[in-house]
């Protein structure tokens, strides 16, 4: 691999010239008459009365495929521009275009899968069949089903319209809040201000002084700008709360299920097996805690590093890592990093101005993606980078799929970004001879099933009540935090000495208006993941091919029949979640008898 690799994505291959791009204009532009052009077709025309009928709607469907494809394209694009320059401001307006694009596309899609609902039985199951429509008939079965359990096409239209400037709307001036936030701190003697990307990468300095002082920063930060974001998630809980209510529904979590494709009997037979094993992982934090001198973890500890590997990973020694341990299970899964890595697919330059997290924004137009993160050298670093190239690499096994078949639900997008992050963790800590290199590689690894199994489950709880109370009215910064406090106790089982009350103002996910409830679905992919990983340790090279063929299947079947066809398991029952959970029961189990000695 050629080194020294690029701190900086390249996006003018994609369209040169950022947010002034004259061609991205023009790409907009036609996107634009073609959605318009589907508005034509589709506005007023009728359900197919005969088998021979269906046939004039071909050209609507591959329109339509053809405008999702190139708004994907669009919308990752201009997120890429958002988040590498927050005060980016034609960026931002570009943002709000696409977003009345989306809305638009959206209105006509609802109208078609009225079309969809009106076709009757008879002609529907001969429309499915035919060989031009049946690879895709999933999704069309699907799109039938929702528009069933909506409400008219006229009302649906209507709430898409709105929702620009109204629950998208809020979405983006949260955006607009965390751009503006500043945390002042010293380094090297000199005060500085730190964006909120910047100061996140400092809860988790391995100097305890550095992190309890920058939580206290954070907190104090997200205090000042707490009746923003209250009034923010307000209005986003708010608004769903009232289409749900006229749609008929009267499950929160409806929605959410249905776009993961998954039923709430897994979802629960989930968080069963989860919370039949906190114990374990309970007793990992009070081990932690007497490592780190400290009678109870602080929230700033729990994912703080132990152990002596507290130095800097140089980021072109992680991409050569990465691609080492990926090329161990998938030669093509490792090329594909290669690839990323050689041609400047990623950013990672630690600098203002950036937003905070991490993302992999896919690009089917062009059959490419781009990665973008704050990289500080540390061993979570090395995990969020790998996560999101298992996100790229998810996408370029689907590349030429119909694109109604690449619209995979974020749980199954987060198997594949785990899955990729699982491979290179435990390599690094079964490949690693030296045992205080060794036990702060494994504490790294089951930090992740803390966050997904703790932390996670903190965010599902927090935010399944606070929507139960928002439909009785707005709740304060205050009640918010009490709750989210709440949330976090249940979670961690009592076990930690502070909290962090104001959560649910610095975390982006519950703001995200595209995917509800962005928070059960990260645990559900982690550890999904770790049973396929189960599956591939017992298997062997064999089990590549089969992981790509999984993957490809991820956009056209629930999430039941993708594990029963690939794995011959059963979702809804404990035994895959458990045998799953294993490996992470025996991670902590090796890790405290590495530790018996210390305390």
Not at 4 to 14: G, H, K, M, R
């Amino acid at each position: 691999m050629k080194h020294p690799l690029q701190l900086t994505w390249d996006l003018e291959s994609i369209f040169n010239g950022g947010s002034s791009s004259a061609s991205f204009a023009s790409f907009l532009g036609d996107l634009e008459q073609d959605i318009n052009e589907l508005q034509k077709q589709v506005t007023n025309a009728k359900a197919p009365q005969t088998l021979d009928e269906t046939h004039r709607w071909d050209a609507v469907i591959e329109l339509f495929q053809s405008c999702g494809q190139r708004l994907t394209e669009a919308s990752s694009f201009v997120s890429c521009l958002t988040s590498q320059d927050q005060k980016d401001k034609k960026a931002i307006q570009l943002s709000g275009k696409i977003a009345t694009f989306v809305a638009k596309l959206n209105s006509v899609s609802a109208r078609f899968q009225n079309i969809l609902r009106d076709t009757n039985e008879e002609v529907w199951s001969s429309w499915m069949k035919r060989s031009e429509i049946a690879p895709i008939s999933f999704s069309l079965n699907e799109s039938r089903e929702i528009a069933r359990e909506k409400m008219s096409p006229e009302l649906e239209s209507l709430a898409l319209d709105l929702a620009v400037d109204g629950y998208h709307g809020w979405s983006e001036f949260y955006d607009t809040i965390v751009s503006q936030v500043r945390i002042p701190f010293e380094e090297n003697g000199e005060s500085v201000l730190l964006s909120a990307g910047q100061a996140s990468n400092k809860l988790v300095d391995p100097d305890r002084n550095v992190r309890e002082k920058m939580f206290s920063l954070w907190e104090k930060a997200w205090t000042d700008a707490a009746d923003y974001c209250a009034d923010t998630l307000n209005r986003i809980a708010g608004f769903r709360n009232k289409l749900y209510e006229n749609r008929g529904w009267e499950d929160t979590l409806k929605e959410p299920l249905a776009i993961n494709r998954m039923t709430r009997q897994t979802l629960d037979s989930m968080w069963k097996v989860i919370t039949d094993n906190k114990p374990v992982f309970a007793a990992f934090l009070e081990r932690k805690a007497k490592l780190l001198g400290v009678e109870k973890l602080s929230w700033a500890d729990v994912d703080a590093p132990i152990g002596e590997s507290t130095g800097k990973i140089n980021y072109d020694d992680a991409a050569e890592e990465i691609v080492e341990q990926f090329r161990k299970f998938s030669p093509k899964l490792a090329d594909f990093a290669v690839h990323a890595f050689e041609n400047n697919w990623i950013e990672v330059e630690d600098r203002p101005g950036k937003r905070p997290g991490g993302f992999c924004a896919s690009l089917p137009v062009s059959k490419q993606t781009r990665i973008f993160m704050t990289y500080g050298g540390t061993a979570s670093n090395v995990s969020t980078l790998a996560h999101e190239l298992g996100h790229g690499y998810h996408q370029f096994v689907m590349d030429d799929l119909p694109h109604f078949n690449q619209d995979y639900a974020m749980n199954v997008a987060e198997t594949a970004s785990t899955f990729a992050e699982m491979i290179v963790a435990d390599s690094l800590v079964k490949g690693e001879a030296d045992k205080q290199e060794k036990l702060a590689l494994l504490e790294n690894k089951i930090g992740n099933s803390i966050s997904m199994f703790m932390n996670i489950h903190a965010r599902f709880l927090f935010e399944t009540r606070f929507y139960e109370k928002r439909k009785n009215g707005l709740l304060s910064a205050e009640e918010l935090s009490e709750l989210m406090e709440e949330a976090q106790k249940e979670a961690f089982c009592d076990k930690l000495a502070s909290y962090h009350p104001h959560f649910w103002a610095s975390k982006l996910h519950f703001y995200i208006t595209d995917v509800p409830f962005y928070n059960f679905p990260y645990t559900f992919g982690y550890l999904f993941s770790t049973g396929i990983y189960a599956r591939a340790l017992e298997e062997g090279p064999a089990f590549a091919d089969k992981y790509d063929a999984l993957l490809r299947d991820t956009g056209r079947m629930t999430v039941e029949d993708l594990a029963q066809k690939h794995l011959g398991v059963d979702l809804t029952g404990p035994d895959f979640w458990q045998s799953a959970i294993q490996l992470c029961l025996d991670d902590v189990e090796q890790f405290l008898k590495m530790t018996d000695h210390l305390v």
